[in-house]
């Protein structure tokens, strides 16, 4: 799987499991109405990984997490999250939700 972040309808992919040779997958839904305060919360977590120069330290990696779960109205959880993302791909996911965020309502015509 390539993308768990959808960047069009904001929702997120999780694998929940392996059928052998397949991964069995979860869609999540981006919420229909997001509080602005995720907007700020969005500008300093994207703060921090650019003085970190996008090195992610534990800490941070946790305040993110924790950030999309909520973002996501607890639709999963910490461990659902971590777990359903490659572990090449999160951190690049992590940060397409940040982003996604921060651009607000994508899915309008201009």
């Not at 602005?36 to 946790?62: H, M, Q, R, S």
């Not at 997490?65 to 490659?86: C, P, R």
Request: net charge negative; proline share 2%.
């Amino acid at each position: 799987m390539n993308n768990y972040y959808d960047e069009k309808s904001k929702s997120l992919t999780l694998v929940t499991g392996l059928k052998g040779e397949e991964l069995e997958t979860e869609t999540y839904q981006y919420p229909f109405f997001v509080k602005g305060i995720y907007t700020k919360k969005a500008i300093d977590l994207g703060a921090e990984l650019e003085e970190n120069k996008f090195t992610v330290p534990g800490d941070l990696f946790d305040r993110i997490t924790s950030f999309i779960v909520e973002l996501y109205n607890k639709q999963f959880s910490h461990e659902k999250l971590i777990d359903g993302i490659d572990s090449r791909k999160i951190i690049e996911t992590y940060i397409s939700v940040l982003m996604g965020v921060l651009q607000g309502d994508t899915s309008k015509k201009e």
